[in-house]
């Protein structure tokens, strides 16, 4: 939701949407129906010998699921990506819309009608021709299966009807006017294989290998909490990866992924989700090591649970009733010195954060005018407090009329070193209010969370290039429709006057005017004091250069390697003269883009930063 885990990017749609389970508990679930397939054979070790190049990538994140009607963190939604095509994509030089499956689009005067041409050169990965009847099937599959609409439902809400009238024509017809229609970050899955699933809320699309894709990779094989593996889809229609397999192998301790890529035993780390200052500066002195350090397309932020409920107004879960109060909320956040946290927690490898979109995407980036931003000033909270009904006790606790002190929870992800930094500060500076602060430090943050039993936590999000998803996810319409169950909101976000503003920037056509509106819910969001962005964190990531040549970050002049909206740089690395990849499933050397992917999933956690892509495809997130 991500992350997403973001990332949908916030897209994602990096939008990154609520994971959909915890750990090895949510890969475990199955459906009734599988996935057909064969067995994968064999192991990198016996690929090594046979002269395959291998592109072995660490990673500090689980998958929550493999099904891109479920998956929400960021490395699942990046998997999907790889394993599927989707109508569109996103040029990795400056985000404009470039063909995917559809190779070109056009609608009706009204809007309301959007017609799309299906290439013919692309096939499923055994054999049949991917055609627009898999995405009308697709598409109205998550129109009417609440369970196929887990990660990417904000995409087809306002579809009337959707008609593949022939091969090669896509027809979707819409209720009002919908901005997003060359950005449907939704992975187009194979009728003839899908169709055979009967429960889309628990089929993790992990029990047959190879899974049948017609993305740049076909997934060969996966274990919880240990890898991934995917190898290069040699009848991609933009052309074979260079790669021969690419793997996602993971690792709970940072370090020890670090070390692994000092030793060549991967080719490429992305940290949880980026390395730190320490690491990477390590790593810059080192022998056929690259550093990429770019802006990056993600915020780091601070969230309320402004108390849990469903659609119809159940409440649910214990989060602390002082948080509802919008007072305490803007005192505790002008309590945060943002340039504390990106001076001494990134120690410079982010800038301070503003609004809810990243400026790395300035048509929508919002900063908060001076006689509105909730700057560091711990004079004014204590006086917003002591409005509030908050004062300090003759020990110097706040404390309600009730008497009771005032003390919060927060969720904290146990492998990001940030969030136990930042936790150590907000101790300190809400201490010194009188405010109690227990950090949380979880592996799996997702159980608590769809809960609704926490009072704060760190949150993140990749966003996308559209920022339509990220903004989606603090809606009435992403609240769960059940207690505990897992669904696109963020944290219970749910504001009629923002709901109004979102109707009304997916329904605006004209660039310009559109941006205005996502401005005006940033800043919506902003006042109400729910998310306070500390930062916009820099891609902090490494490779090793004797085994991957080059590769293509997104956007190409400065950004980021994993994490991409999009397939550019895995698509695209070209293994290093004499490199032939890495070792087995358990271990491995090769570089990372291309061909076969071994993940190693992240146990438990890494919800937040994972860039939870809570309703879409990528985190998008």
């Known amino acids: 939701m991500v992350t997403s885990f973001p990332a949908r990017s916030a897209r994602p749609r990096g939008r990154l949407r609520l994971l959909l389970a915890s750990g090895a508990a949510a890969l475990a679930l199955a459906a009734g129906s599988v996935v057909p397939g064969n067995p994968v054979g064999g192991t990198a070790q016996e690929a090594h010998a046979a002269g395959t190049s291998t592109l072995t990538v660490a990673v500090a994140q689980s998958v929550d699921s493999l099904s891109p009607f479920l998956a929400q963190r960021l490395l699942s939604t990046s998997i999907s990506r790889l394993m599927y095509d989707f109508l569109t994509n996103y040029d990795p030089k400056d985000n404009h819309t470039v063909p995917g499956l559809a190779t070109a689009w056009e609608s009706s005067p009204d809007k309301l009608t959007w017609t799309y041409t299906i290439r013919s050169d692309s096939t499923w990965s055994d054999g049949e021709r991917a055609t627009a009847e898999d995405a009308a099937w697709t598409l109205n599959t998550m129109m009417t299966d609440e369970g196929a609409a887990t990660s990417n439902g904000s995409f087809v809400g306002n579809f009337e009807k959707v008609t593949a009238p022939s091969p090669d024509k896509l027809v979707i017809q819409l209720k009002q006017p919908q901005a997003t229609m060359t950005a449907l970050d939704v992975p187009i899955v194979p009728k003839h294989v899908w169709e055979k699933v009967s429960d889309f809320s628990t089929f993790n699309n992990d029990t047959r290998f190879p899974i049948v894709g017609n993305g740049p990779f076909v997934l060969t094989d996966y274990k919880v909490d240990s890898y991934v593996k995917l190898k290069a889809n040699k009848d991609f229609w933009r052309g074979a990866p260079k790669f021969d397999e690419l793997v996602f192998r993971y690792y709970k301790d940072q370090d020890a992924a670090v070390a692994a890529l000092r030793k060549g035993e991967v080719s490429f780390v992305a940290g949880s989700p980026s390395l730190t200052p320490a690491q990477a500066a390590s790593l810059r002195s080192a022998d056929n090591i690259k ?104 020990a110097g606790k706040r404390t309600g ?148 040549a080059s590769l293509t970050t997104m956007p190409s002049d400065a950004g980021n390697i994993y994490g991409q909206d999009g397939y550019w740089s895995w698509w695209s690395a070209t293994p290093a003269a004499g490199a032939s990849g890495g070792s087995s499933g358990g271990g491995s050397t090769g570089v990372l883009i291309g061909v076969g992917v071994a993940v190693v999933v992240l146990a438990g956690g890494g919800l937040l930063f994972a860039m939870r892509r809570r309703s879409t495809a990528e985190d998008r997130e």
């Open 291 to 394: 550093v990429n350090d770019a802006p990056g397309r993600r915020f780091y932020a601070l969230a309320v649970n402004p108390g849990a409920r469903t659609k119809d107004g159940k409440k649910f879960g214990d989060g602390h009733p002082a948080l509802r109060d919008q007072k305490v909320r803007q005192a505790l956040f002008m309590a945060v010195d943002r340039s504390a946290v990106v001076d001494k927690v990134f120690q410079g490898h982010a800038v301070e954060g503003e609004g809810y979109i990243p400026p790395r995407f300035d048509s929508y980036f919002w900063k908060p005018s001076d006689g509105q931003k909730l700057a560091y000033d711990p004079a004014k909270a204590g006086a917003l407090l002591d409005e509030a009904g908050y004062k300090k006790n003759g």
């Open 401 to 548: 009329k009730d008497g009771k002190p005032l003390d919060f929870r927060i969720l904290c992800h146990a492998t990001d070193p940030n969030d136990k930094a930042v936790g150590k500060y907000l101790q300190e500076w809400w201490g010194d209010l009188g405010i109690g602060l227990k950090v949380d430090c979880r592996d799996n943050v997702s159980d608590p969370w769809y809960a609704g039993e926490y009072d704060l936590a760190f949150d993140g999000w990749s966003v996308n290039p559209d920022p339509d998803f990220v903004m989606s996810i603090h809606t009435c319409a992403a609240l769960p429709a059940k207690a505990k169950e897992t669904a696109a909101t963020d944290n219970f976000i749910c504001d009629k006057p923002y709901d109004e503003l979102y109707a009304k920037q997916l329904a605006e056509y004209d660039p310009a005017k559109r941006a205005v509106l996502v401005k005006r819910m940033e800043s919506r969001l902003y006042d109400l004091g729910y998310m306070n962005v500390m930062a916009y964190p820099n891609a902090v990531e490494a490779y090793r250069t004797d085994q991957i």
